[in-house]
């Protein structure tokens, strides 16, 4: 017990430093807003120093619920990283409203993120996943005040709930018929004769699994809760907890169901497939820039899943070379959505106010047009080596259709991500003021990631697949 | 000398020079842009004269191993290669002199796009790497995109897009097959691949894959139509460097890549080639006589141009594929030269109804004679590029097939006719219409841009050899690679009469003697 207790530390440091981050805020107040900030952002450092101390660790833990490995730790470093984004750009965003329960929350949303990543057990994968979203569900309605903010919080809890109601109910028909909880011995009975319980119970877990990752046909959710939220917390939603849900996913699929290929191959096409055509064709009349950003994580994860249908080893790489990529370039999108206001300070988020931004403020829409050609895939950009990766465990999985049909709607999501830059380049300038300014942070994370998506990723390859290799390599 | 990394030179120069124009303001942008294309241009031809003609089939090679990872860094060039290079970077100094002028909102934007532009078709042409070469072949959408899109006429942007989408839809299923490729020959190096026998059924799949995407940026006869639109919106600079040099990754697709990867199924599906190719030539060379815009005219006799260098490549004999690249080659100045022709007199009337104009011979003699010439190497009159490259080509097909020859010339005179209906409706006639009259003659920037692009022509026509020479032994390779899979033609082709009765009598493993007998015998 103690032995275990040794190798989550990343977990107990995100515990202790969100509970004393908490404590702090109780007895301070929200006055002291950067000091949370600092002690969340510490936090997150202590914690992905410790993944890093373990990355070549492969072990369970507590009776076989938890597992640390490299895979898990290669999600967490992303988790980490995106929720660190997160608080760092939320203070210039609240600026009357910043308060101490927003870098808590986020810690409490990445430790439970850090358990779904790491859960070898159905009951450790429901804890992890609560934890996350119940922290979500508040961070989505943390702007009280405002209307759409409480609407989108509910409305995630309402549709969060309605999920973990079929994720339980899938758990529970797993359970009863496999006889346990645990990934391995789950492995085993599907690997036998797949009875209708076993098969229901596969079904059920991959749709709640899929309203985490909002895979279309359980994605109506995204568009209205990445609308709503305030921007911070979008950029947080559409980052890591779709890392996390996703590894979560991947390690179900292949740890728990892999022998079982029939039987979650064909989901898993599925929801592919849909997400990627109809987080395409749904983004196309959107007017909003977050709304249209929600359907690009949709089509997004579309690609993903086909390197998870696949069922390699290379699959699981090109789902984390994936993962890691669309966190950056999200990221970015979102920085520079936040960077818009008018001359009065207020957020920007309609698409046509963007008009001739690139005349206005250059440098952003320059950043912004590597974002979208890099979510598009269109290289030299480095969102294409990821997606070239997903095709090629597909092709490689003898999915060749799968491949072909996928890269084929690509094209159709290529159509609005160069709406945006037609907009920001072609058009003439809009009538909306967009004001100067912007802090260092934000300006640094936007430079950064841009530069690292345009040709310089592509000098990243050989350690990113070393990295993602030895990760993938836990669950095989 | 062969250490030098003349290739990635090449390429850094214009890369560096891209990033230096968004920062140093429009007024430098220009002459950064200008010394760049220069000095590469320069570069270029160093390179030319370093090249050992007959020596490896490969030069200059440069490879970083593991760079990327599964890929590399890997530049290398053969005689193909080298004159597309240098054909790009002769344009380059061109395009960026054609622009001095016409473009005065974001300069620094427009002269980045063209340098990266360039780097991108350096690339396209310079890579040994299955993926490196797409990379480089997808990457040119971006920059093309901003220039239609930013700098085109009043329907720009429905042009940008289209060209995007096109091409991306076309580009995207090639990526699968070059996916297929890497995990059925376990390599992404392209001389490698370009010997790896594929299994033939495979083949044929590979084959329509790399096909839907090189028909599209070919342009070919039915997946054209997006060329006339982006050609008219581009701006004149953006229409030279579209019809110059991007055409040509498409015909340099086909002879790197279909033809010596796939020889089994290019011999299979070569009727469709042939298909479409008939097609095309008849059929945008008719839509051609009716165009009364100039650069739509231009940009459809582009489409029937390649349609013979097509034919050509499918041929699949010295003649044709040499023809072809010389075809290529040929439009890609003369084509060039042809949309700056039409610049110039935008720039001074900003229109390109062809009615609107008239009686240029009268006060703009200088233009008159330049616009003549080339167009008369489109035509393909002796003593032109065009000439050189049409004869050889058609010579080639018609071993091959003398139907598709027949109707490929029908083509060229049907070219003749458009071109020169062109001609007489813009430089002669009466000179009644008191704007056209007040055009004044080039100005010394236009003849620095046109009297290069006249010699080019003049000198691709009358000593060909200069061209060939370079391109003579990898052709050579291509056919020997296509040979066992290359069906009979319907010509006959035998080396003369007395020599072939000789031959006769030896016996039956002499090809030309088995042609002829059979050509006896129906």
């Known amino acids: 017990m103690t032995a275990d207790l040794a190798l989550i530390w990343p977990e107990l440091i995100l515990t202790i430093g969100g509970l004393v981050t908490l404590m702090l805020g109780t007895f301070l107040g929200d006055r002291q807003v950067g000091l949370y900030q600092l002690a969340a952002l510490l936090t997150l450092g202590a914690a992905a120093v410790a993944v890093v101390a373990l990355f070549g660790t492969h072990a369970t833990v507590f009776s076989n619920t938890l597992s640390v490995d490299a895979f898990g730790g290669f999600a967490k470093l992303i988790i980490y990283g995106a929720s660190a984004v997160s608080i760092l750009v939320a203070p210039r965003f609240f600026t009357t409203g910043m308060r101490a329960e927003y870098p808590v929350l986020i810690l409490f949303a990445a430790l439970g993120m850090g358990i779904m990543a790491s859960a070898r057990d159905l009951m450790t994968l429901y804890v992890g996943l609560e934890l996350n979203s119940l922290a979500a569900y508040v961070l989505a309605s943390f702007m009280r005040t405002d209307e759409r903010s409480s609407e989108a919080g509910l409305k995630y809890f309402v549709l969060g709930a309605l999920a973990s109601g079929m994720l339980l109910y899938g758990i529970s028909l797993l359970y009863g018929f496999a006889g346990s909880t645990d990934f391995a011995t789950i492995a085993t009975r599907v690997g036998g004769e797949l009875n209708i319980g076993l098969i229901f119970g596969i079904v059920f877990v991959l749709a709640g699994l899929g309203f985490k990752v909002s895979a279309v046909p359980f994605h109506m959710w995204t568009p209205d809760v990445y609308e709503g939220a305030p921007t911070p917390v979008t950029a947080f939603f559409a980052s890591a907890p779709k890392v996390a849900a996703m590894a979560l996913m991947t390690r179900v699929v292949v740890d728990a169901m892999g022998p079982a290929v029939g039987a979650w191959q064909q989901i898993v096409i599925f929801l592919a497939l849909a997400s990627i055509i109809l987080g395409a064709v749904g983004a196309i009349g959107q007017k909003n820039i977050k709304r249209l950003l929600a359907y690009s994580s949709i089509n997004n994860v579309g690609f993903m899943l086909i390197g998870l249908a696949a069922g390699t080893q290379l699959g699981v790489q090109a789902v984390l070379t994936y993962l890691l990529v669309y966190v950056v370039t999200t990221l970015g999108a979102f920085l520079v959505v936040l960077q818009l206001r008018d001359a009065d300070g207020n957020q920007i988020e309609s698409i046509p106010a963007l008009a001739g931004l690139s005349e206005r403020r250059p440098g952003l829409a320059a950043a912004m047009a590597v974002f979208m050609y890099s979510l598009a895939g269109i290289p030299p950009l480095f969102g294409f080596w990821p997606k070239y990766l997903a095709f090629q465990a597909a092709v490689n999985a003898n999915l060749v259709p799968l491949a072909v049909a996928g890269i084929v709607a690509s094209v159709i999501g290529a159509y609005y991500y160069i709406m945006i830059i037609k907009t920001m380049y072609f058009d003439d300038k809009s009538e909306v003021e967009i004001s100067g300014g912007g802090n260092i942070v934000e300006g640094t994370i936007m430079t950064v990631s841009a530069l690292w998506l345009s040709i310089v990723g592509y000098l990243f390859i050989p350690m990113l697949g070393a990295a993602s290799a030895a990760a993938a390599a836990v669950l095989f | ?522």
């Open chain 2, 1 to 522: 000398m062969s250490g030098f990394p003349f290739l990635s030179l090449l390429l850094a120069i214009p890369a560096i020079a891209a990033v230096a124009c968004l920062f140093v303001g429009d007024r430098n942008a220009k002459f950064v842009a200008l010394g760049a294309t220069l000095v590469n241009f320069a570069l270029s031809l160093v390179m030319w004269s370093q090249f050992d003609i007959g020596g490896a089939q490969w030069q200059f090679q440069e490879r970083s191993e593991g760079l990327f990872g599964p890929f590399d860094w890997a530049l290398g060039i053969d005689g193909l290669a080298l004159l597309l290079i240098v054909l790009s970077t002769f344009l380059m100094p061109l395009c960026i002199l054609a622009s001095w002028e016409a473009i005065t909102k974001r300069v620094g934007l427009y002269m980045a796009m063209f340098l990266a532009m360039e780097v991108v078709m350096i690339g396209v042409f310079a890579a040994q790497d299955l993926l490196l070469f797409y990379i480089f072949f997808e990457a040119g959408l971006i920059p093309m995109y901003f220039i239609i899109g930013i700098w085109g006429g009043a329907n720009r942007k429905y042009a940008a897009f289209k060209f995007f989408l096109y091409t991306l839809l076309g580009s995207v299923l090639m990526l699968i097959a070059m996916i297929a490729m890497i995990a059925e020959a376990g390599t992404t190096d392209i001389p490698t691949l370009m010997s790896y026998n594929f299994p033939v059924d495979m083949q044929t799949w590979l084959w329509l894959a790399f096909f839907a995407s090189l028909a599209v940026k070919m342009p070919m006869w039915p997946v054209h139509t997006w060329l006339p639109d982006a050609h008219v919106q581009a701006p004149t600079a953006g229409s030279m460097i579209l019809a110059g040099v991007l055409l040509k990754m498409g015909g340099y697709g086909f002879v790197r890549f279909m033809m010596p990867m796939f020889p089994e199924a290019s011999a299979q599906l070569m009727w469709i080639v042939f298909a479409l190719s008939m097609v095309a030539v008849v059929y945008t060379s008719l839509v051609a006589l009716v165009q009364s815009d100039m650069k739509k005219l231009i940009a459809y006799s582009s489409v029937a141009h390649m349609a013979i260098v097509t034919a050509g490549l499918f041929a699949f004999n010295q003649q044709g594929i040499e023809g072809a690249m010389i075809v290529m080659l040929s439009h890609g100045v003369v084509s060039a030269a042809l949309f700056f022709c039409v610049g110039v007199i935008y720039d001074r009337l900003h229109t390109r109804e062809i009615d609107r104009y008239g009686g240029l011979a009268v006060n703009m003699p200088a233009y008159a004679l330049f616009f003549m010439l080339f167009t008369m190497a489109s035509i393909g009159l002796p003593g032109t590029s065009g000439f050189v490259g049409e004869f050889l080509s058609i010579a080639g097909i018609y071993e091959a097939s003398s139907w598709v020859a027949f109707v490929c010339t029908t083509g060229i005179i049907l070219g003749a006719a458009y071109m020169l209906y062109l001609y007489r409706r813009i430089v002669f006639g009466e000179l009644t219409k008191d704007d056209v009259k007040a055009m004044p003659d080039l100005n010394p920037r236009e003849w620095a841009i046109m009297a290069p692009l006249a010699a080019v022509a003049l000198w691709m026509g009358v000593y060909p050899e200069s061209f060939l020479a370079p391109m003579r032994g990898d052709v050579t390779t291509v056919v020997a690679r296509l040979a066992p899979a290359k069906p009979a033609g319907d010509a006959h082709v035998s080396a003369g009469k007395p020599k072939a009765a000789e031959k006769h009598g030896e016996g039956h493993e002499v090809p030309a003697g088995e042609a002829h007998h059979a050509g006896g015998s129906q």
